[in-house]
């Protein structure tokens, strides 16, 4: 069992910043692929960035590509995913998810095997 707690969410103006974290709990951590998706009001769950147990491989959304950062520090059990340039149409909740799926496989799937309960991202214009 793994449970994931996101945080870092909160109310930014467009062009600004965010880091968002999501900590993970239990001892194997490294050996999940980690992901964060989103959805807005009205929307379906989308994958936004992916990122291999090992920190080896990323991939992204071609919406947030240049803009956002996925990274993880397996020793502090948490993966990150810094956010620059924010756009209105960021605004959503932001989930942290967990599998053992390839990442390249974790790339085109809403099928993790464990969600975190989200945190809210808001971007003003």
């Known amino acids: 069992q793994v449970q994931l707690v996101e945080s870092g969410g909160g109310l930014v103006q467009a062009g600004g910043s965010l880091r968002l974290s999501c900590a993970a709990s239990?001892?194997?951590?490294?050996?999940?692929?980690m992901g964060w998706f989103r959805q807005a009001p009205g929307k379906e769950r989308e994958f936004v960035s992916c990122?291999?147990?090992?920190?080896?491989?990323?991939y992204y959304s071609d919406s947030v590509k240049g803009r956002f950062t996925i990274s993880r520090d397996n020793a502090k059990n948490t993966v990150y995913l810094q956010m620059n340039s924010l756009k209105p149409e960021d605004t959503a909740v932001y989930y942290c998810?967990?599998?053992?799926?390839?990442?390249?496989?974790?790339?085109?799937?809403?099928?993790?095997?464990?969600w975190g309960q989200g945190t809210q991202v808001t971007v003003s214009s």
């Open positions: 998810g967990a599998t053992v799926r390839s990442s390249l496989e974790a790339s085109r799937t809403l099928g993790y095997d464990y």
């Open positions: 239990g001892r194997t951590f490294s050996s999940y692929t």
């Open positions: 990122i291999s147990s090992r920190g080896i491989w990323t």
